[in-house]
């Protein structure tokens, strides 16, 4: 049986909050590689990132997530696109294997400790630190956890904000090994500050907080 | 998701704010602590003799019902309202589905008022000298209202949880909403008081929570996803 092919696509989408908009007439189509959101402060990434993470609606336009060109509704739609960004957090109280386990287990697809705790080695979080609250944890180590919460149901499409935000040498690493293994896969979306964080991107946008001078390649 | 998985979801949302609560311990001091301010407050300003005996089962029944209520408003509307600000909202709309969190988050409520409940009724009867002829009609009366409490504080919680000015406009909001319920309860507490059974009251109870769990249930998806 061959793989699902998926796509991320975005039809005339635009943005405003209380001013003028972030972005307007933004297409897009994307199935695998990466995509590379670059700007300044304030120019709407992050929220461009949220509209095609389906955390955030748009003002116009809309978002496809298609599986073998069937859209994809509800609670498949959810969990195709896998998100980390600097707004998320997990949570304090609990350990960092208790909230993935608790993500997987609320979303309805409950997994063995040994699955979760395999996914939290592969960012970096192995040993002690998996049974520590995460209170307790670094800014690394939770940046590391949220990258573990982006992939814990392996979605073919992952949107990933400044991942490499707070993370030392070996960080950076394992999130371009991270990425490079989902990019085979499916589309990634990274949005960043950092031109170094971009490694050969097959598509880019260049978001402006004066939206009439966006570029896309 | 099959009836058995929406369960299950629900229970680990529900296993999850129980967690929560046991390590920081936030909410639990904060609604036992007025419970406890209240109770002693009315039981020095009023006592068991500052009521003349005729007043007594009316004035205890709504006094109960207030420090009830003012205990859980204490700690319920901050189910939702918490995700929001510890920024796991965003974790949580990615990956569950509203209703579920819904339903996990209003059996915590529950499970809270039932606690504040069990903690402030003996100590009420206790410092107050309030005699109950019928415990039975009390427990259910107790327990329909703290579920229709639960229900419209943790969808109320939900609405304003992405707004400023949260407490103001969560009382705003709820005071409407519950003073039917509260009305309803502190006449079927006075009945159960004098021994009698509070069908008529019961039945209003059932039916509000069942309103409100309804209306909770499809609207929550609007009101939680943007």
Redesign the interface.
């Known amino acids: 049986m061959s793989t699902p092919h998926t796509t991320l696509s975005a039809e005339r989408l635009a943005k405003s909050f209380s001013g003028p908009p972030l972005f307007s007439g933004l297409d897009l189509r994307l199935d695998r590689g990466l995509l590379a959101v670059a700007g300044k402060n304030g120019s709407g990434k992050t929220t461009l990132l949220k509209i095609l993470a389906g955390l955030l609606r748009p003002s116009a336009g809309r978002v496809l997530v298609e599986r073998d060109g069937r859209p994809l509704a509800g609670e498949a739609r959810r969990l195709a696109v896998g998100f980390a960004g600097p707004d998320l957090s997990l949570y304090a109280e609990l350990t960092a294997l208790e909230n993935l386990r608790f993500f997987r287990a609320a979303a309805g697809s409950p997994a063995e400790d040994a699955e979760l705790r395999r996914r939290l080695e592969e960012t970096g979080l192995a040993g002690e630190a998996v049974a520590r609250r995460v209170e307790e944890f670094s800014t690394g180590m939770r940046q590391r956890l949220r990258l573990a919460f982006a992939g814990l149901f392996d979605p073919p499409v992952l949107v990933l904000d400044e991942p490499m935000s707070g993370l030392d040498t070996e960080g950076r690493e394992m999130v371009q090994r991270f990425v490079a293994q989902a990019r085979t896969r499916g589309p990634v979306v990274l949005a960043s500050n950092d031109e170094r964080d971009f490694v050969q991107p097959e598509h880019r946008i260049e978001l402006s907080a004066d939206a009439s001078r966006r570029t896309e390649t | 998701?099959s009836a058995a998985?929406?369960a299950?979801?629900v229970?680990?949302?529900f296993q999850?704010d129980v967690?929560?609560e046991l390590?920081?311990r936030v909410a639990i001091v904060a609604v036992f602590f007025f419970a406890v301010t209240a109770l002693a407050l009315v039981s020095y300003a009023i006592g068991p003799f500052g009521l003349r005996a005729e007043d007594r089962p009316a004035l205890q029944s709504a006094l109960l019902w207030i420090v009830l209520f003012f205990a859980a408003a204490t700690g319920l509307p901050r189910a939702f309202v918490r995700e929001e600000e510890?920024?796991?909202a965003?974790?949580?709309?990615?990956?569950?589905?509203a209703n579920?969190?819904l339903a996990?988050k209003t059996l915590y409520n529950a499970l809270l008022f039932v606690a504040v409940a069990a903690v402030t009724i003996p100590g009420f009867a206790i410092l107050l000298e309030w005699r109950v002829a019928s415990p039975l009609a009390l427990a259910a009366t107790v327990l329909l209202g703290g579920v229709g409490l639960a229900v419209v504080s943790t969808f109320l919680s939900a609405v304003v949880s992405a707004a400023g000015q949260r407490n103001v406009l969560f009382v705003l909001i709820a005071f409407p909403l519950l003073l039917p319920l509260l009305l309803v309860s502190i006449a079927a507490t006075l009945e159960a008081t004098r021994g009698g059974m509070p069908w008529t009251g019961l039945r209003v109870l059932v039916a509000y929570d069942g309103a409100a769990a309804c209306a909770a249930y499809l609207l929550i998806e609007a009101v939680w996803e943007?």
């Open positions: 998701m998985r929406v299950n979801a229970r680990a949302v999850k967690s929560q390590r920081r510890t920024g796991t965003l974790a949580l709309r990615k990956t569950v589905p579920v969190v996990g943007e």
